[in-house]
């Protein structure tokens, strides 16, 4: 089963919706990123299995750069699902700092999309393609509800709608190099 896409709204974010983006964020708090995170991933590859194997081997080859230690030098390290873990939390985490650095351009559209661009040539590097971009919408959705359940309201899904509608459609446009 593969990911699906789906439609893009227009790019643009009214002041209402800066708004809405900015009140509902202070909401998650930085102390809640790991969690989110962790559970946005797993959204993701639950939603689109290809992206696990995409982003393991992604980790492994850049670990495969780090220098090696005997198992005597490592005895205290995790093991390796526990690493696994640890990274996918750890990933999870920065996509919420990226999110939140995106979130204080939310009504500067020029700066917004420079990072949007620079997002999207970072991760064409390792082989993201507009689709895995894609997943992240039913991921967010997905962990927003969650975590602020009843507070996860009807304008605040609409308004961060448009800005992950925006979020993909910029990124896309750089992993494809359709930068109309």
């Known amino acids: 089963m593969g990911c699906s896409q789906a439609k893009i709204e227009p790019e643009a974010l009214t002041p209402d919706d800066a708004r809405i983006i900015r009140e509902t964020w202070k909401m998650v708090g930085r102390e809640a990123y790991g969690e989110y995170g ?4 797993l959204r993701i590859f ?6 696990k194997s995409l982003w393991q081997n992604s980790r492994v080859m850049n670990n495969t750069n780090a220098t090696t230690t005997t198992a005597a030098d490592d005895g205290d390290a995790p093991n390796t699902a526990n690493r696994w873990k640890i990274d996918l939390r750890n990933h999870g ?3 919420f700092n990226s999110l939140d650095d995106l979130i204080s351009a939310v009504d500067k559209p020029d700066e917004l999309f420079k990072m949007l661009h620079e997002i999207g040539i970072q991760h064409k590097n390792y082989e993201t393609k507009p689709e895995h971009i894609q997943a992240i919408v039913d991921g967010l959705n997905h962990t927003m509800e969650f975590g602020l359940r009843d507070k996860w309201t009807d304008s605040r899904q609409k308004s961060f ?3 992950i509608n925006i979020i993909v459609g910029r990124t896309n446009r750089a992993l494809t190099g359709d930068e109309k």
Not at 46 to 51: L, N, R, T
């Open 161 to 163: 709608q448009r800005l």
């Open 38 to 41: 962790q559970r946005l991933m």
């Open 46 to 51: 639950q939603k689109c299995p290809d992206i």
């Open 93 to 95: 985490s920065k996509f």
